[in-house]
């Protein structure tokens, strides 16, 4: 499967981007799907997942202000950002598990830039 993300960009603190990820393939037949992102100097972390039963998960760093949500009809992944802080800076990766038991993501998307400015 393939994974194409889009939405990211440059923006103050305190405002909102939503990142698209389209998929090659049917959404509803991928078992897991995430966003990742990876800061300079930093390693990748997890910042939401969808489950197969599309239970919604998130990084503690991120609840309340970040939504993860799918539409099936579009094959298309989208993770909604509020109140964006500089931290949430980075690269963020949308990834596809084609496990059932979701334990690795072997599809990845080239990434798109999220810069939060003060």
């Known amino acids: 499967v393939q994974l194409v993300e889009s939405g990211g960009g440059s923006v103050q603190a305190g405002k909102s981007l939503r990142l698209s990820c389209a998929a090659s393939r049917d959404t509803f037949r991928i078992p897991c799907m995430a966003w990742f992102r990876q800061a300079p100097g930093k390693e990748r972390e997890i910042v939401a997942t969808?489950?197969?039963?599309?239970?919604?998960t998130y990084a503690d760093s991120v609840k309340g202000r970040f939504t993860i949500s799918q539409d099936n009809a579009k094959n298309t992944l989208y993770l909604q950002m509020n109140s964006l802080k500089p931290e949430d800076t980075a690269m963020y990766y949308c990834a596809a598990s084609l496990r059932i038991d979701c334990a690795s993501y072997s599809a990845w998307g080239h990434g798109t830039q999220v810069t939060v400015s003060s």
């Open positions: 969808f489950n197969r039963d599309r239970y919604p």
